[in-house]
């Protein structure tokens, strides 16, 4: 287990030590895990005093050797600027959405990198074959990388604990590649919720090109895998006091008896800008403000535990929180009512369980948050089921406790007509809502995450050894040829463009040589021997080239249409096509030829294509990404796709996918003796999709394929198809002796 703080942190008070337990979900939450797999937990101190001396060095020994506590130390300038800097100045409030907030000092980019080396060096040292690392939060997003590249077999799964931001956002952030990159190197990547996988993917395409499916980005020759994985709680650490724990029995006799005349609403919160303390305090004002009757009957517990005390906007925050507190309870205190109970300090757990069992009304209303355990810490001691949890939209946690009275902080008028509506619910409906949360809550655990999130890591990382040992091996040419000769019947399905040919700046430019004109026919003239070309390009292109060519099979578009040898008429594989889509679509990609020099838009019957080879390349592959992103949107409920190419995006129907020509083919050679598919794109993925595994399947290039086989380019398929010819003719000859 990796991540910025240990349970414990170290604080040099005067000349002495002291270890404090660290605050925040994680330690919570990891806590148990960790005991139940015996891991090593690798994170840093904490201390900022850059003071060393044997008593920590002999404190640090201790928690490495008791509770398997590693620590890792950061020199104060890096600390600062990697904690206090990067992670909660530039990373916190850009990714919950405070972009007003955020800033950015290159020295803390610089201190990021090297805190997030340091901790490499950590795990690299604890590492032992077959280990899984599990990597925590956003202070450690280039950390998977650089384990891939220092242990490329090793196991690694990444968990974000804040929201992932819309791209929109993320995009602001300067060095958001190099981040992107660095999550990359995990094998699996999990979030709190799908909306925040699915800015993740959003981003990734836009920023990096790179296109996902559902839960699967290809990046680096590697699948990664993503998942929408919700943090649990322990329930029974907290409702274990309740049951167990004498001193919580008694702090809960006391609370009850005290504020016997008054319903409870509790908040608690690390004081933190996105918790929306302000916003809270402001609209319980305006609860006493509008519903007089309401005053000495509520009271609101605010717990806030001090965090991140060293960055001014968090001692901003902290002073107004405690000015509004104050006013307030100036304004309407009476005698015998305090309408807010502040308590900024960090309660024993004991406390909060008794705070938990008792609030009538749980009030949680961050204005972002990644998930928030305080909402499932409040269900799991609302036993008795009569509590309301009130919760904001926009916490994480909000995706799966539907049966919440969901708030907008932002508007402090409904939220306080919320809450009066929260504290006036009949018993039985409170019941019935907290007894789903409840069942809930408790199911989904703590433990059943964990397990969960080291399940899927194995898997994800299991694919990819499969994965690997599948890369396409380098054609045996020889068998090949032997195969051929040996077959009664053949079938040769052959991409064009990057398979016979290279590519060319123009399309129109790449065409076919004579003697690549010569070879296709004698190839197609090989007795029981069908051929095929089976490209993306219009039937025009396809037609001028290889129209007089005898025995020739022709695909165009993708096998939208396909032209048996001999005949002047091509068939269409699909009935029912309309070309009315085009309208729409093509001003869209006309708007972004107009933008980029060099680029231009191929309208062929099937598709558009808007070709960006002759474009500046950066600005090309960076508009590439814009258009294939918004595409992605545009079409997500039509009948049509938007592929990225080489150099290309294009826009077609679904149906037009190069695995429809075998249905026609395969009518004319049934089962063909020897099979095989070249080609060195997506397009000819499909195409091998549709192949038996025995067939001959070659991918023309250096990329991770489906295909059994690779050859480097053009110039090496030809080879092998002069090979072919002459295997055809000996057999021939041999037959005709
Ligand atoms: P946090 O921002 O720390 O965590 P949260 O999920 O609410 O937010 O967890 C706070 C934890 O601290 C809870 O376990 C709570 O009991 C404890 N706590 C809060 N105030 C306390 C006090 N005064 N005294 C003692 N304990 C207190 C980050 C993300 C969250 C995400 C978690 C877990 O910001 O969105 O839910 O990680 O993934």
Redesign the pocket.
């Known amino acids: 287990m990796v991540s910025n703080r240990l349970p414990y942190t170290l604080r040099r008070a005067g000349d002495a030590w002291k270890v404090e337990k660290s605050?925040?979900?994680?330690a919570?939450?990891m806590g148990p895990i960790l005991r139940k797999t015996e891991g090593v937990w690798v994170g840093w101190s904490g201390d900022q005093s850059g003071v060393t001396d044997a008593r920590r060095a002999g404190l640090l020994a201790r928690w490495a050797e008791r509770e398997r506590y590693v620590a890792v130390d950061l020199p104060p300038e890096t600390a600062r600027g990697f904690y206090e800097g990067f992670s909660n100045q530039t990373l916190w409030p850009l990714f919950h959405n405070f972009p007003y907030l955020f800033r950015f000092d290159p020295a803390d980019w610089d201190a990021y990198r090297e805190a997030n080396r340091l901790f490499c060096e950590a795990v690299l040292e604890q590492l032992r074959p077959g280990d899984m690392v599990w990597v925590h939060?956003y202070q450690l997003m280039l950390l998977p990388r650089l384990l891939r590249e220092a242990a490329p077999e090793v196991r690694v799964g990444f968990?974000l604990?804040?929201?992932f931001p819309p791209s929109a956002s993320f995009r602001i952030l300067p060095r958001r590649e190099e981040l992107l990159r660095g999550l990359l190197g995990a094998d699996l990547i999990a979030f709190?919720t799908h909306r925040y996988l699915q800015h993740f993917r959003d981003s990734v395409l836009r920023l990096l090109g790179t296109p996902s499916h559902m839960d699967k980005v290809e990046a680096g020759g590697r699948t990664v895998r993503l998942e929408a994985l919700p943090?649990g709680?322990a329930p029974e650490e907290f409702t274990g006091l309740l049951d167990d724990d004498e001193k919580t029995g008694r702090m809960l006799t006391e609370m009850r008896e005290r504020f016997r005349c008054c319903k409870v609403l509790l908040a608690?919160?690390?004081l933190?800008y996105?918790?929306g303390i302000p916003e809270r305090l402001r609209a319980f004002r305006q609860l006493l403000t509008v519903s007089p009757e309401s005053r000495g009957k509520v009271v609101l517990i605010q717990?806030?535990?001090p965090?991140r005390e060293r960055i001014p906007m968090y001692g901003e925050l902290r002073r107004e929180v405690d000015g509004l507190v104050g006013k307030i309870n100036g304004e309407f205190s009476t005698p015998g009512w305090t309408p807010i109970v502040y308590?900024r300090?960090?309660?024993?757990?004991a406390e909060?369980a008794a705070l938990y069992a008792l609030a009538d009304v749980a009030w949680i209303s961050?204005l972002r948050?990644?998930?928030?355990?305080?909402?499932k810490?409040y269900v799991a001691c609302q036993r008795d089921g009569a509590g309301v949890l009130l919760l904001s939209e926009f916490?994480?946690?909000a995706a799966e406790m539907g049966e919440a009275i969901m708030v907008n902080p932002y508007d402090e008028g409904r939220t306080a007509e919320s809450v009066a509506r929260a504290l006036a619910l009949p018993l039985s409906e409170r019941r019935e809502r907290m007894a789903a949360l409840h069942r809930r809550v408790t199911h989904n655990n703590v433990f059943a995450w964990g397990e969960r999130f080291i399940g899927t890591l194995r898997e994800a990382a299991s694919a990819r050894t499969r994965h690997a040992a599948a890369l396409p091996a380098e054609l045996p040419a020889a068998d090949a040829a032997r195969a051929f000769r040996e077959a009664e019947s053949r079938l040769l399905l052959l991409d064009y463009d990057g398979t016979l040919v290279g590519y060319a700046k123009r399309p129109q430019d790449a065409k076919p040589p004579a003697e690549l004109i010569r070879l296709l026919a004698r190839l197609a003239q090989t007795p029981a021997t069908t051929a095929a070309i089976v490209s993306g390009r219009s039937r025009g292109d396809i037609e001028g080239w290889f129209g007089d060519v005898r025995g020739l099979w022709l695909a165009a578009e993708h096998g939208a249409v396909i032209r048996p040898p001999g005949s002047r008429e091509w068939e269409y594989s699909y009935t029912g096509y309309s070309p009315d889509w085009k309208r729409d679509v093509y001003p869209y990609l006309e708007h972004y030829a107009d933008r980029t020099p060099g680029s231009f838009v191929e309208e062929k019957e099937f598709s558009l294509v808007w070709h960006y080879r002759m474009s500046d390349p950066e600005f090309g592959e960076w508009l590439a990404n814009e258009l294939a992103h918004d595409l992605e949107g545009m079409l997500a409920d039509t009948p049509l796709r938007a592929v990225r190419g080489q150099k290309s995006v294009e826009v077609r129907p679904m149906w037009a996918d190069k695995g429809e020509v075998m249905n026609r083919l395969t009518r004319e050679c049934p089962a063909p003796a020897f099979l095989l598919a070249a080609g060195d794109d997506k397009t000819d993925e499909d195409l091998f999709a549709r192949l038996p595994a025995t067939a001959w399947t070659i991918h023309v290039g250096e990329n991770q394929s489906r295909a059994r086989f690779r050859l480097s380019g053009p110039g090496q398929v030809c080879l092998l198809l002069e090979e072919l010819v002459a295997a055809g003719r000996v057999e021939v000859s041999r037959k005709t002796a």
Not at 23 to 26: E, R
């Open positions: 605050a925040g979900g994680l919570t939450a939060d968990f604990h804040i929201p709190h943090i709680i608690v919160d690390r933190d996105t918790k717990v806030a535990v965090s308590l300090r960090n309660l024993p757990r909060l961050p948050d990644g998930l928030n355990l305080v909402a810490e916490a994480g946690a």
